[in-house]
């Protein structure tokens, strides 16, 4: 059977990637995590307009045809969500019960959102800019429905390569990764880029949203004790993708294989230990 999204939930879905069935450093799309907290909203693209608006000079509506006609980037990232290894955790803590799969690595491609925004003129008193999905739904600590909407520090969303993206690996975007329209914030947590995008806003206030101050956030020790802050550039992190967890090896030498990702910054180098740490070797990179 050809390989598949290992389903976590059903519905909504969340499903990670197989990563033993992925050669090379590109996912394919059919095997890229899911990572949905509300149902997929059902966008037809005929109707979907896309409203930039909160603190600028000039608020618009895009359509998507409007975007594909701008000037297009393209870029490789690498997306994993925060709960990425939950399931690993000696002590339980709730959440989707995820193994090592839900990472992932594709191409990007899409407007850069620097562009917009130049075009609607963000105010200069703008600290944030707030991104808003189609999709609807409830959390068991916050029954009202709610969309789901995440802030980003606007140094981050002026940088060139945070997209306004619209095709992955080539392709438009699928309905589960986003269609027509998600942002792309390489480097950071998967999920500062939010998918079924309808709204963007300027803000002159740090976002107070259910998945930017309740879910997604860490505890910090700051000067005035601990302060809970929006998590953003992902942790340096690697996984052995092969032998697999378990596995039984035969005698000889032994093949390791896995993955590497270091947020914003590359891969400087990678060491495998095979004695708990008491000795290490450095591995060969294989790819960016
Ligand atoms: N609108 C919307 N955007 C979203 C989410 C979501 O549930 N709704 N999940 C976020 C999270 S937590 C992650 S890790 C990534 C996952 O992207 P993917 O499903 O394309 O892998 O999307 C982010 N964007
Ligand atoms: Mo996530």
Request: glycine share 10%.
């Amino acid at each position: 059977m050809a390989a598949q999204r290992r389903i976590v939930t059903q519905s909504p879905e969340n499903s990670e990637t197989p990563l033993a069935d992925v050669h090379g450093w590109v996912t394919p799309t059919r095997l890229f995590f899911v990572r949905n907290h509300f149902d997929v909203p059902q966008l037809d693209v005929a109707t979907w307009r896309l409203s930039v608006g909160g603190g600028v000079a000039k608020p618009l509506v895009l359509t998507r045809d409007e975007l594909d006609a701008m000037p297009q980037r393209t870029l490789l990232a690498t997306l994993e969500c925060a709960g990425n290894g939950r399931s690993f955790l000696a002590q339980k803590v709730p959440g989707v019960q995820w193994a090592a799969g839900a990472v992932a690595h594709a191409e990007w491609s899409g407007v850069p959102l620097c562009d917009v925004l130049e075009l609607a003129g963000v105010d200069d008193s703008a600290i944030e800019i707030v991104f808003e999905g189609a999709d609807v739904g409830s959390e068991p600590d916050h029954p009202e429905l709610m969309h789901f909407a995440r802030g980003l520090p606007l140094a981050k969303a002026l940088h060139r390569d945070t997209i306004l993206a619209l095709r992955m690996n080539g392709e438009p975007l699928t309905p589960s990764h986003g269609f027509p329209v998600r942002l792309l914030v390489p480097g950071w947590y998967g999920v500062a880029s939010v998918k079924w995008l309808t709204r963007i806003e300027a803000s002159r206030v740090p976002f107070g949203g259910y998945f930017q101050t309740v879910k997604y956030t860490i505890k910090q020790n700051a000067a005035s004790g601990q302060e809970i802050v929006p998590l953003g550039e992902m942790a340096v992190k690697s996984e052995i993708v092969r032998p697999f967890a378990g596995e039984a090896l035969g005698w000889g030498k032994q093949r390791v294989f896995g993955l590497a990702w270091a947020g914003e910054e590359p891969v400087a180098k990678v060491e495998l230990s095979a004695d708990g740490g008491k000795t290490w070797r450095e591995t060969e990179l294989l790819g960016p």
